[in-house]
């Protein structure tokens, strides 16, 4: 059943006029009149009881279906081509980087977050397992509750170390630890004000929403408009500017000596999101603030023990008060499960390994410079940026996924394409990640892949988006060194061939 209108007299007549209408003398001759159009009224000034009303829902209408809600919303994401695929890929850690899918078929992966191929590291590997086999498979509790063990703490002073800071605290995840960590400081402190850069992770955001607390965004890693507003905040009121150093999607990298000389100007204290760059930057992987020797000057760093490190876990850096105040006061902290201690073990290994290793890291970023140029070679739209990432510019989501599909199915190359709402719409992406095992030959067959991709759809090459005023960079003529130096890169010797291309690269 389903009411055809409004009823006349409810929708016309006054709340208040409805809550007196039994006990009024005279009732406004409007008002009257409607009643005579209402059946249950009748005319009179209270309710017939026999009398049933057109314009009521029944109970049955009433009822909230759930289930046609949930359709409802997947049908959006359908429908604007931002429903999320999930393919089934399992790595190998035999043979990095390939892994084989739902039918055992083998595939080359080009987009993991598993940066340097620590996740099948054989010290990583055989620490875990002995870990294992001494202290089992889970963590027990919270670490208020059987789940504390020495590993826990062991790698929280080795994290503390990496960043020289006196304190580190870790997390499930550093999605959790970004939420924790904001939400807690903005909460607490009294009437805090963040700022926050416009591409800055969901984390963050999540963090900064949970807070309750005054916020600003200002545009990525726009200085001017970072001083401006903190310009309209009176000095004396709490302040928190959050970043990131590299924006995984783009590849940009945050101006971070210029934000920590605005936050003592004004202030502020900074909170650094390395998730993308521990591991991966610095003499011993302690990220782009440790690459740019700046890293005493930014007061709290969080990061990932899941990307470059191999295993999985988030945590925070920071003063010993600070960090002790989250340990007290973060849910997200307190009231979760400790990560186990094989991946406590997992990671303390891999971090101590890679503070002596830099092979591993040079090799990647040397993968990327071949990567980037023989794409721009072909014209084949990179976004430009000086990180270890080489976003595929498409520009359209159902294009991108289908490219990926391509490249999956015809090609044995796994690339995820990147849409709405991690992207802006109509920057669409494949976001490709070379590691220290993406040789030349594997490096050849995906640049050919795509080659005949680009050439078989038409798809826009730099030269088009050029002519239509460009797009994330693409087409603008930029010039963007590689933030890693030449002379920083430790090259094995006998990795020669590799090397010349990278010198014609770069001459």
Known sequence: ??????????????????????????????????????????????????????????????????????????????????????????????????????????????????YLGMSKNQLVLDNMKATLDMYGAGAGGTRNIAGNAQLHLSLERELADLHKKPAALVFSSCFVANDAVLSTLASKMPNTVIFSDQMNHASMIQGIRNSRAKKFVFRHNDLAHLEELLQSVDINVPKIIAFESVYSMSGSIGPIKEICALARKYNAITFLDEV??????????????????????????????????????????????????????????????????????????????????????????????????????????????????????????????????ELLFKYKIYVQSINYPTVSVGEERLRITPTPGHNQELMNVLVDSLEKIWTERKLKRVDDWKQVGGRAGVGKELIVEPLVKEEDLVIPKDYSADVTITQTLIA
């Open 1 to 114: 059943m389903t009411t055809p209108t409004l009823c006349p007299f409810l929708s016309k007549t006054p709340a208040p006029l409805l809550s007196k209408l039994s006990t009024l003398k005279n009732i406004p001759q409007q008002v009257a009149q409607r009643t005579k159009e209402c059946p249950v009224m009748s005319g009179k000034r209270s309710f017939s009881t026999s009398a049933v009303c057109p314009f009521a829902h029944s109970q049955e209408d009433k009822k909230f279906d759930y289930e046609q809600f949930y359709q409802g919303e997947i049908d959006k994401k359908h429908k604007d081509k931002s429903y999320r695929y999930f393919n089934n890929i399992n790595r190998l850690a035999q043979k990095f980087p390939t892994a084989h899918t739902a039918t055992g078929e083998h595939v080359t992966v080009w987009c993991s977050n598993d």
């Open 276 to 405: 993308h760059a521990v591991g991966m930057y610095g003499a011993t992987g302690a990220g782009v603030a440790e690459y740019v020797d700046v890293m005493d000057e930014v007061d709290l760093i969080t990061g990932t023990l899941g990307k470059a490190y191999g295993v999985v876990g988030g945590y925070v850096a920071g003063s010993a008060a600070c960090v002790d105040m989250i340990r007290s006061y973060a849910p997200g902290f307190i009231f979760t499960t400790s990560i186990p201690p094989t991946v406590a073990s997992g990671a303390l290994t891999s971090i101590r390994y890679l503070k002596q290793s830099r092979v591993e890291r040079s090799l990647q970023q040397l993968h990327t410079r071949q990567l980037k140029h023989a794409l721009d070679q072909r014209g084949i739209p990179v976004v430009p940026n000086p990180s270890h990432i080489v976003p595929v510019l498409v520009g359209d989501a159902e294009t991108a996924k289908s490219i990926s599909d």
